[in-house]
């Protein structure tokens, strides 16, 4: 919080504000947020297998996956149609994993959307119904 407050000390005196930072950046063509139910007993430890199990399945599929990343997995999509980034992460305290999916191209989340399908459809404690939704399958 500290160094917010330096840097509006800052671009108060050069006449700016806090906003003319981000002002530059475009937003997503496209972007999903989806919850899934975990129907297991121990949502954590099943929430965690999932996430493994995507990263591996990741690695496979050769995906580009974000090393920085402590909150789940995040995947990046650079160019093929897609430019785009998913984020599969587990709920801290419900049993639910969120997923996030952008794409700077139409169409992209679908596709992103389809290959996350492709794993997360083999967890049957998984409740991927709202990505059915989204597919439209």
Do not use: C
């Not at 989806?34 to 493994?52: E, M, P, Q, S």
């Not at 093929?80 to 587990?90: A, H, P, S």
């Not at 794409?103 to 409740?127: F, V």
């Amino acid at each position: 919080m500290t160094r917010v407050i330096i840097e509006m000390a800052r671009l108060r005196r050069d006449g700016r504000a806090l906003g003319d930072l981000i002002g530059e950046l475009k937003e997503p063509a496209e972007e999903n947020e989806l919850r899934f139910k975990i129907l297991a007993g121990d949502f954590k430890a099943y929430g965690t297998k999932i996430i493994n199990g995507l990263a591996n399945y990741a690695e496979e599929q050769k995906w580009s996956v974000a090393p920085d990343n402590h909150e789940g997995i995040r995947v990046l999509f650079p160019g093929k149609g897609i430019d785009g980034w998913f984020l599969l992460r587990l709920s801290v305290h419900d049993p639910i994993m969120p997923l996030n999916i952008e794409s700077d191209t139409t169409g992209g989340n679908r596709k992103i959307a389809l290959q996350l399908y492709s794993k997360l459809k083999e967890y049957e404690l998984l409740d991927t119904s709202p990505l059915r939704k989204l597919l439209k399958i």
